[in-house]
């Protein structure tokens, strides 16, 4: 395994949160911006594991709300790097959906983001120095 393989492999990222009341809209489901946000998190985290740098998010593309969050679930985001460029590198992550009293699971959204990695005079610089 190749040292960019296993930056990959060891920056996975994974956090269970609960749906509570605070973070619902008025359908008592998770609200999107909250998901968004969560989301985001995840991401910044994994690519940041990835790059042991200051990274910062450039872009989001396709999230895809496939099925609503309702309060009182657990919810499990799973972050990865999927794209490697020169300064950025793209993370997915999935968000699975459980009821908190028994084993029912599924994915309920998707998405991705691209970060830069940025220097100390907030330039891009290089997202991954290992040698390969």
Known sequence: MTNLET???NSETRFFKAVFPNTTNHYDTLFG???LHMMDEASFICATRFSRKKVVTVSSDRV????PIPQGSIVELI??????GKTSCTVTV???MEDMYNYNREKVVNGSFTFVAIGEDKQP???????D
């Open 7 to 9: 930056a990959i492999k």
């Open 33 to 35: 911006g909250q998901t």
């Open 64 to 67: 895809d709300f496939n099925k």
């Open 79 to 84: 972050a990865n790097v999927t794209r490697v």
């Open 94 to 96: 999935e968000v699975f």
């Open 125 to 131: 610089i290089p997202i991954f120095d290992g040698e």
